[in-house]
């Protein structure tokens, strides 16, 4: 499939039936909900770091839970190529900023979709055509309804490098926490927003001379004329948010809420809409967010349903899920709130707002250079691995720190010693027994069976409602959990002595067909978080069906099974470590 604009997207066509009968729920679970899953769209001034993924998985997995459960998902998001990060990498190196964001879009596309199987149902870019013109149109909407005031401000001026200075053009020290190397529309130490003018000691990025200041006109987005709506809203919102979106929105609101530029001095960004205005740029913060909208409407476009999108934008049912890094969080509850408010659609529900990610104690900066790039680590690693670990211990709730031993520990621990050896041990006795044992379920079950299949259907309900209110780590210790009580029932029962006595071999068969359809069950509760495996376990199964609830046959597997998760060599973890080594005297 191509977008409209000709370049090669990933699409994903998914239908929903009406009702989803899961055998072992007593009832029928309602399906066909309109769920939006908008993720953040990274920066590609360079590659992406686990920090990155850790922020942005959460997205993944809420698509590919909602599409099992049968529901209608759009998931969406891009590259965002009109930030100032694209500018400075340009001239850093030498080239137009169409280089380095097509450089890096491509490397986005192959690290995300290809290799970490993230299943947006379109990928887009903001420079593409089909962005820029429905940005363009929002923006007109938004200026022709009065949304917008003109004003003169002072900007920073580099009289050596003779142009006003974007944001990130401009360091100094924060007001905020006196740390040096304040960004000019961030301070990375203590998260603030910033505004360049802000910076203790100014100056500019690329010749380090202090700027002096210098007017211009531009146009501003009336946000202070929502913050009555935007108070409203939240008091009143039907979904809960985590508590750091809570925390720092309504620090935005406590202080009162400012109008905002939304129009910049740059020949790089989409051209303004306006004739007085025509030289200048949106402002990449304003224009971005429209991604999500422009992405949903690209997406209706390219499978020949223009109109589609309005099923997920103009229909308050929907149900819409946001998926960022904590230092996005007023841009979804605060600013995109207002505009949609002001172009009269659907807001946001579930705010899914990560926070940082550490590497060994350090903290993750693309901007400083400190971090644990992506495509160097699946060169090495299972994207599955990384996937479980950046779940098991990212940061939902809290900062994390990754650590290299603890990965190894609980990939070999959990991944491969808990799910696959349970995967392995009873499909090893299937194959081995498959002339005994039948396709059907067995017509009778020993309490103890019994009780490990009424937990694996109860999972479906209770890992589905965790995912569902973002609870990503409970629901996979919830699986990790059920596996264990598997295996436990496993060692208990012992079907591999039963199945040498005829006179037990038909406890020993229903032993097993329990196993290999409890297994076939945890294939299907794994597969938001582990889809490769999920694919792989599938393909050995003879069974592609990932729908959210229990199986009803025995797999019949005609081969011994493999492993599906790689051990992680001790070498290659003392090599990662040995980097982090403080070079010798």
Request: aromatic share 10%.
């Amino acid at each position: 499939m191509r977008s409209i604009d000709g370049a090669p997207h990933i699409l994903y066509a998914f239908s929903a039936k009406r009702m989803l009968r899961c055998p072992y729920h007593l009832k029928e679970v309602l399906v066909n909900r309109n769920v939006l899953v908008a993720a953040a769209w990274p920066y590609v001034n360079g590659s992406l770091h686990l920090g990155h993924v850790a922020a942005l998985l959460p997205a993944d997995i809420l698509a590919r839970y909602f599409r099992a459960h049968g529901d209608h998902v759009l998931y969406v998001s891009g590259s965002d190529c009109h930030g100032t990060p694209i500018l400075v990498s340009a001239e850093r190196e030498g080239v137009a900023p169409e280089i380095i964001a097509g450089r890096y879009h491509d490397e986005v596309v192959e690290m995300l979709i290809h290799k970490l199987g993230f299943s947006y149902s379109l990928y887009s870019k903001t420079m593409g055509a089909f962005h820029q013109r429905t940005a363009q149109d929002l923006f007109r909407r938004l200026y022709d309804g009065g949304h917008m005031v003109e004003r003169e401000e002072e900007q920073l001026y580099c009289v050596t490098c003779t142009r006003f200075l974007p944001d990130r053009y401009v360091e100094g020290t924060c007001p905020y926490c006196a740390a040096r190397g304040a960004r000019g529309d961030q301070c990375d130490q203590c998260g603030q927003t910033l505004d360049a003018g802000d910076l203790v000691t100014p100056q500019c990025k690329i010749c380090h001379t202090k700027p002096e200041r210098r007017r211009s006109t531009h146009l501003y987005f009336r946000l202070s004329a929502f913050e009555a709506r935007l108070t409203a809203w939240i008091k009143e919102r039907s979904v809960a948010w985590r508590s750091n979106a809570s925390a720092v929105t309504a620090s935005w609101l406590t202080r009162g809420l400012h109008d905002r530029p939304i129009t910049r001095d740059l020949t790089w960004g989409i051209p303004v809409p306006v004739d007085a205005y025509v030289a200048k740029r949106m402002y990449v913060w304003f224009e971005a967010v429209m991604g999500y909208f422009s992405c949903s409407k690209e997406w209706a476009a390219s499978t020949d349903n223009p109109e589609g999108w309005r099923q997920w934008w103009e229909n308050d049912d929907a149900l819409h899920y946001y998926v960022h890094g904590k230092d996005n969080i007023p841009f979804h509850t605060i600013i995109w709130p207002a505009m949609l408010m002001a172009l009269g659609y659907k807001l946001p529900d579930a705010i899914v707002s990560s926070e940082y990610l550490n590497f060994e104690g350090v903290k993750l900066s693309k901007s400083a250079g400190m971090a644990l790039w992506l495509p160097e680590a699946l060169a090495k690693f299972d994207p599955d691995a990384l996937r479980f670990v950046l779940v098991l211990n990212g940061p939902e709730t809290h900062d994390t720190s990754f650590s290299w031993k603890e990965f190894q520990a609980r990939v070999h621990g959990d991944l491969i010693g808990t799910i696959g050896n349970l995967w392995n041990r009873t499909y090893t006795l299937v194959y081995q027994h498959r002339d005994i044992i039948g396709s059907a379920r067995p017509a009778v079950v020993a309490d103890d069976s019994a009780k490990l299949l009424g937990a694996a259907a109860a999972a479906f309900t209770d890992v589905g409602t965790a995912i569902e209110r973002t609870e990503f780590r409970v629901a996979l210790q919830r699986i990790l959990a059920l596996a264990k009580q598997c295996n436990q029932y496993l060692n208990a029962r012992q079907p591999w002595k039963l199945i040498r006595d005829p006179a037990t071999q038909s406890d020993a068969a229903e032993a097993i067909t329990t196993a290999a359809i409890f297994g076939d069950a945890l294939r299907r509760l794994m597969a938001p978080f582990t889809p490769h495996i999920a694919d792989a376990l599938g393909t050995y199964l003879g069974c592609d069906d990932v729908r959210w609830c229990m199986p009803t046959t025995v797999p019949s597997p005609t081969a011994p099974p493999t492993p599906l998760i790689r051990h992680i060599d001790d070498a290659l973890i003392e090599a990662e470590l040995a980097k982090l080594a403080p070079p010798a005297p």
